[in-house]
């Protein structure tokens, strides 16, 4: 009765969460999804949370400026015909990408890694060419993906997205634990699974910030080496560093490492280009040889055909525009987000003490866009809300980035975003919600310990 | 002593395949790979086998004049400050989308579909709106997706790439066999499985050209209703219909139907854009309700983060110049298509005579891009290469695309990418093909009968 006085046309389907895939229900979408939240309802709040590039260095871009000299680039370098390079931006492209010649150039000149064109994919920003490294090296759920835990959420969400199961490794100052990621692979093999990959972002990681030193390079390359993995090295905040070390890519003597980079921070998001170098040869069963790059390339062709030429053309023009070198285009962004970073390091000092002795002992990165501060009480969602609304500042509880469930107590500064006076201002905000709200007093009524950050 | 004298540095790691995802070893990526390289071995031949858009369309495409009117949008009726507006072209965006107003408002002008904004994903091409569905709707080994057989081959791609297993359902001129579909259904229950959705393109199907009626569409909704299926409706060459018949969307009363569309065909394949209109009700444990777009936008923000907003505002920018109308946006183009498919048809008629009973016979779709065509021999790509070679002429072996190893006698053409004249003399040096290599004679020989096209 109910049901027809409701009407049939009022009947709708209505779909149990649970009987979909089980990456829907992901706590750390759901807190980043409150953290912006938060950020709406607190507008005047200044946010220690987005990773997101600063938006000023946005004003001086010229989309059609980039796209011309592309242009003149296919046509005077590589010799095509204006109209059909014209055309090329429009229409579908290859799976592999547009702009491997300069992203080729760029790595060689920048980095001393020397690679062909095709051993490169322009993916859809680095987090698509995460999961094309996850899906291809992952066969069945015996194979797995070693991280540094706290991890990295792309790397995270990829891997739940495909259903393969990550193995965290702890974390110190130094970046992740070479011993416990050999042991890692010793252990799975010991439960008939194998460690296919480590996934590292050597070069100041979000969300912890650390660095691998070069004898830990070297070493990660030995465990590699010995233990049969490959190293998935993601090069997001490499460009920061003012004394570069050698990446994984350039230190790789036997194709141990795939470079997974992006421009989203160099040139800019909104573009969404970033790239895969997989130079390692795969043997078919009949012995026949192609790239890894190959099948990259296939697996892309059916998540999403193509990456935007129009896109790649803006990209391949910032390049061109650069004398073709990575570290020319974003000399000035390192420089300002070193200034950023060191900033909002020293203001932490100014307010709370030495980061080793403080009561929020805080990590001290050399570059990256991210500071990790342990608290003495554990900061989630409530405790950012509580920070918002009676202190004006936000940031982001780490305890989403750790795979084991501990980090409760640890929270994320990020100095990307922010224009210098709103990082100054954020941490005497900062310092009086710590002070006020997370007191070392309450220590005694916490279970877990406060983590030591440096 | 080898291994010494061929130095540790040379020493390079090389991966087993066999080791690695089922997906990359996909006949179908080899088959387009190799159609791919006969086309650039004989640059002369005329090709009927990519289903990409005419390129004359390309040369009046103004890329900064879209971004401009765009621009104007966002300021003038969203009362966006202008230079917040511009930079969020350049910045990460809203994994949802930023022009999904614009297509809720295409929906409801051109197609009388009524969706909130938000119960709309803007994909990167219509790819990842595959992707995303398929990911979303199937959990386990046990959840499978009905699609029709010939299948597209991004639909079975996708599958591949997610492990999720495809049931194929035979097709009749008329498209999906409906009565087949719901045995399917009652079949994949009695094996302790489910069949969550059905894919079909019921306007122009790529690569059959069937088009679904009115009363199939009908009937279609009340099989998705009685055996609890979502259906996932792609309308990619829905433009191309004259008299179109009310799209799944449009008739779906219970919301059964996800529908997926690009803008590839009507605007550009180079902006790679496409969407997912996902209005259903998603029910957690907890009772909580949200929009099954929400649960996409997730998986969507760990495949590729957001769609390119600057490759959005191209392409909202072109609709608001159309007045926020993709059929307005499409018209020219549609009839140019409706031509050029008429003119194959045409002339398939005066080189083979009638195509019911000539010895190749071929279907006669309304609209879409394709036209198949039965031969009486196997069509594999040793005669595509014979054919390009001898003859100048180039199409798709259609066995690729069925899922069942059935279809070794048909072959694809399409009129998209070509100018008339090339339709018409491709379609004489195809006659020549046929009679010289295909002749009936050689039915005895072969041990799959001709298939029934029309």
């Given at each position: 009765m109910d049901e027809q006085a409701a009407g049939l046309s009022s009947h709708r389907v209505e779909l149990a969460e649970v009987s979909l895939h089980g990456s829907l229900t992901d706590p750390v979408v759901d807190s980043m999804n409150f953290l912006n939240e938060v950020m709406d309802r607190y507008p005047d709040a200044i946010s220690f949370a987005p990773g997101a590039p600063y938006e000023g260095f946005f004003d001086s871009l010229d989309i059609a400026r980039y796209i011309e000299r592309y242009l003149a680039y296919l046509r005077d370098e590589r010799g095509l015909d204006a109209a059909r390079a014209r055309r090329m931006l429009f229409q579908y492209g290859p799976s592999r990408g547009r702009i491997n010649e300069l992203v080729a150039r760029a790595l060689r000149v920048d980095e001393g890694i020397d690679v062909a064109p095709e051993a490169i994919v322009v993916t859809v920003g680095c987090q698509e060419a995460l999961v094309l490294a996850l899906r291809v090296l992952c066969a069945s759920r015996a194979d797995r993906v070693a991280v540094a835990n706290p991890a990295y959420v792309g790397i995270a969400g990829a891997a739940r997205l495909l259903d393969v199961r990550l193995v965290p490794?702890?974390?110190?100052?130094?970046?992740?634990?070479?011993?416990?990621?050999?042991?890692?692979?010793?252990?799975?093999?010991?439960?008939?699974?194998?460690?296919?990959?480590?996934?590292?972002?050597?070069?100041?990681?979000?969300?912890?910030?650390?660095?691998?030193?070069?004898?830990?390079?070297?070493?990660?390359?030995?465990?590699?080496?010995?233990?049969?993995?490959?190293?998935?090295?993601?090069?997001?905040?490499?460009?920061?560093?003012?004394?570069?070390?050698?990446?994984?890519?350039?230190?790789?003597?036997?194709?141990?490492?795939?470079?997974?980079?992006?421009?989203?921070?160099?040139?800019?998001?909104?573009?969404?280009?970033?790239?895969?170098?997989?130079?390692?040869?795969?043997?078919?069963?009949?012995?026949?040889?192609?790239?890894?790059?190959?099948?990259?390339?296939?697996?892309?062709?059916?998540?999403?055909?193509?990456?935007?030429?129009?896109?790649?053309?803006?990209?391949?023009?910032?390049?061109?525009?650069?004398?073709?070198s990575l570290r020319e285009l974003s000399r000035a962004k390192a420089v300002w987000y070193r200034r950023s970073l060191r900033l909002l390091l020293d203001a932490l000092g100014r307010h709370l003490g030495d980061p080793g002795t403080s009561p929020w002992p805080w990590n001290a990165p050399e570059g990256g866009f991210f500071v990790q501060l342990a608290t003495p009480v554990p900061a989630d969602g409530d405790l950012v809300e509580v920070s918002a609304r009676e202190y004006g500042v936000l940031w982001t509880p780490m305890r989403d980035f750790y795979l084991d469930g501990t980090g409760a107590n640890r929270i994320r500064l990020s100095c990307s975003y922010l224009t210098r006076p709103q990082i100054e201002e954020g941490v005497a905000r900062l310092a009086g919600f710590l002070r006020d709200r997370c007191r070392p007093a309450a220590v005694t009524d916490r279970a877990t310990p406060v983590p030591v950050v440096r």
């Open positions: 490794v702890g974390e110190d100052a130094d970046g992740i634990d070479l011993g416990r990621l050999a042991q890692s692979c010793v252990d799975a093999r010991a439960a008939n699974a194998a460690v296919r990959a480590v996934y590292v972002a050597p070069d100041f990681a979000n969300p912890s910030g650390t660095r691998l030193g070069l004898a830990a390079r070297h070493r990660l390359l030995d465990v590699a080496e010995r233990h049969d993995l490959l190293v998935l090295e993601d090069t997001a905040y490499r460009f920061t560093a003012e004394d570069p070390l050698p990446s994984l890519k350039a230190l790789d003597r036997t194709g141990r490492v795939v470079q997974l980079g992006t421009f989203a921070k160099v040139c800019m998001p909104g573009a969404r280009v970033g790239y895969a170098v997989a130079d390692q040869t795969l043997r078919a069963a009949d012995g026949r040889r192609r790239l890894l790059a190959d099948a990259i390339a296939s697996a892309k062709s059916y998540l999403t055909v193509n990456t935007s030429p129009l896109s790649q053309a803006v990209i391949g023009g910032m390049l061109l525009e650069h004398g073709g």
